[in-house]
């Protein structure tokens, strides 16, 4: 793969490393470290008080390598979360960074992942406050800040929580058991789509939905035991080849291509806004990430740029769109022909276009000007045109272009782009004409591109001689 080595070295490195030569050691902490004599009383004692529990430890992995309960649960005293147990200090928060001792590798890149960064991005996005972003429940999934009552126990205020972007007591951020179900913590479950689809499905992001209704998804239904799920290397196109998991395109390791657990890095667009911008990586000296969008001035190696949250540092790299979408691609080519991803990436790339250039682009145009003519309070949700233009850009148009991303029909045409349609033409621009008045139509006019009136198909309505359908789609 000579071109890849023309790429910066971190870059490369980063998505597009060449998988280690040999078996490296999985975990960094020696053996000798673990398997603490104090857990023998954790374990007899636990088989008792909560027997399920221990038999799923003892079915792990982790009891086969003799890391008992202590070794993970063990804490200074000092920690804020530390409370004395049976004559032991333990914390009940297992925290990345306690996994991280022994799992440095993955610890690293699920601090630096958009997953960890989940609640920060949630309050930059939305400017509301960790403590109304918990009330409204958004922190069930995106993380809440978990904290210690005085004496050390976490049982109370916000835990339980397994929000992706949790703030744990020890400062570190996300949750480890969001896809290691505890007490297996087991890598077999967390390839199966089902350990992504608590989060990931509903309005917020309805991936689980659409990859059931893709290819993809409905071989999985067919073909589960040809996934070899629980194999101890999981590589695409030598471990199984019946179909792919969220889980392969997103995280999983193909020849060329390594496994990651930063999920995002992939992906070259921000599908969830109102309209879409494709978005290069921004890659930190301290290893933390940002994604940046293309319209943003476009920064160089050694300047600084706010992190998430907000503080600035030095930028050591940047990942364009175009390679992380060739890491993508590398995916694909183990089932799929060159020409068929590209064919792919294409369409998905002018359908994220069109969606923007008839709907997101227009739309957005227009609630500007309304809000700046003070036309609309600037108070959010209280203003019927406020909750139409929501339903059009956030349900379904995220919807609409994450479906095309992962190629469920349904969910990209008739539930997607005509459903949309369907809201803007027959509710959104009658709101906007009630709420301007008679500026209305010179608005509309203003910002809707000629040649972006309806294209849906007559269903006999109108006489198909005057449809507006041969009008625009010459
Ligand atoms: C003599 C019995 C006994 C021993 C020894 C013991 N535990 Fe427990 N542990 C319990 C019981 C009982 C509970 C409470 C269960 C409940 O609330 O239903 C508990 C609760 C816990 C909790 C949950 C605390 C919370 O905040 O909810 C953790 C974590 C825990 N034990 C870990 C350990 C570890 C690690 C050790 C070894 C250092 C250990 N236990 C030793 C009996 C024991
Ligand atoms: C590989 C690390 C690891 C090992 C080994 C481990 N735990 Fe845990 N344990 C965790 C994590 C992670 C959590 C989740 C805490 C959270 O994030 O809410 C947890 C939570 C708990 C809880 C409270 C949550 C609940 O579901 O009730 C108890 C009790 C507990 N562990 C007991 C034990 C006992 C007993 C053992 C040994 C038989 C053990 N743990 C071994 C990592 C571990
Ligand atoms: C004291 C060291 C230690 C700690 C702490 C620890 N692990 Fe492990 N972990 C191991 C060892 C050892 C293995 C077995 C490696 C092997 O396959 O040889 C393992 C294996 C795993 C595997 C692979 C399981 C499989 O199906 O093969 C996962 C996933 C995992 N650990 C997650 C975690 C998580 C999550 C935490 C924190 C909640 C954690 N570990 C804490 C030592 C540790
Ligand atoms: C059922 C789980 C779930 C709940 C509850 C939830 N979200 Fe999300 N949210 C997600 C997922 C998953 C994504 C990722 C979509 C993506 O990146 O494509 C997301 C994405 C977002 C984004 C876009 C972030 C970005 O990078 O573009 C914002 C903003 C957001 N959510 C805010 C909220 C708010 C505010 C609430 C509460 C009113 C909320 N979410 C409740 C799961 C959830
Ligand atoms: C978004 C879901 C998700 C989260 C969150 C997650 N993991 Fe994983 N993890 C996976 C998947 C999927 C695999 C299997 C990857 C593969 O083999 O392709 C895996 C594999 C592993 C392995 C086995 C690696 C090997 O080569 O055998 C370890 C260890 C591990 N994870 C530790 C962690 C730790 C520590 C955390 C928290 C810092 C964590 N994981 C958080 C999904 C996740
Ligand atoms: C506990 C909840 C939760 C689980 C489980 C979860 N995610 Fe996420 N995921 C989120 C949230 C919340 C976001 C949005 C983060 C943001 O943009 O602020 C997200 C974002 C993402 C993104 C988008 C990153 C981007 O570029 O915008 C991908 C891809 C992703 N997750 C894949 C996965 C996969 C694959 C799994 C399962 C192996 C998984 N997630 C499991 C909550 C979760
Ligand atoms: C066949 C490969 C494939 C499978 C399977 C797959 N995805 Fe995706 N996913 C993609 C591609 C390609 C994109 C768009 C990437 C881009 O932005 O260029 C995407 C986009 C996403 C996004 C939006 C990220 C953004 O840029 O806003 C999320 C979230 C996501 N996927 C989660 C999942 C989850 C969860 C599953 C399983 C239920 C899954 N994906 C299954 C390939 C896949
Ligand atoms: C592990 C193998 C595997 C991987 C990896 C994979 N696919 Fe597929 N894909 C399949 C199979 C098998 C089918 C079903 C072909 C059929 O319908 O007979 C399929 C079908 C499709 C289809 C439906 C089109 C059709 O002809 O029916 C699209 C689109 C698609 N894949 C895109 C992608 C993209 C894009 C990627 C990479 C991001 C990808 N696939 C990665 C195995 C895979």
Redesign the pocket.
Known sequence: MPSLHKLPLPLWLLLLTLPCIGQAA??D?P?S??GLEQGDNCVSCHQKASNSLHQQWQQ???A????NCF??HQADKDDTDAHEHEGEVIATI?S?K??G???TK?AEEAKNSIHSQALALMVERTGATEEALESAGCTSCHGGRVEAAIDGTVSSGNWPNAGIGRINPDGSRGS??AC?G?HL????Q?RDPAACSSCHSGSESPDSEIYQQSRHGVLLQSQREAMNFGS?SWITGKDYSATATCVTCHMGEAPGLNPTHDVGMRDAWSLNGPVSEKQSLVIFANGSRRDLPLSHPSPRKGEALAMIGGEEATIQAIASPNLRRKAMRKVCLECHSSSFADRFFHQFDQQIEAYNQRFGIPGKAIMDDLYRQNRLTPTPFDEPLEKIWWQIWHDLGVSMRHGAAMSSLSHTFSDGLHAIEKRFYGAFLPEVRAVAGDEGESLIERHLQSGSSPTLPTYGMVPAATSTIDSNNE
Not at 185 to 188: E, Q
Request: net charge negative; with cysteine.
């Open positions: 999985k975990v902490l053996a470290e673990w792990s992995t982790h086969a390598a003799g890391v070794d993970c297992v990345p306690d996994c001792r022994c799992h993955e480890c058991s290691h505890r913590f087991s890598k077999a967390a101890d």
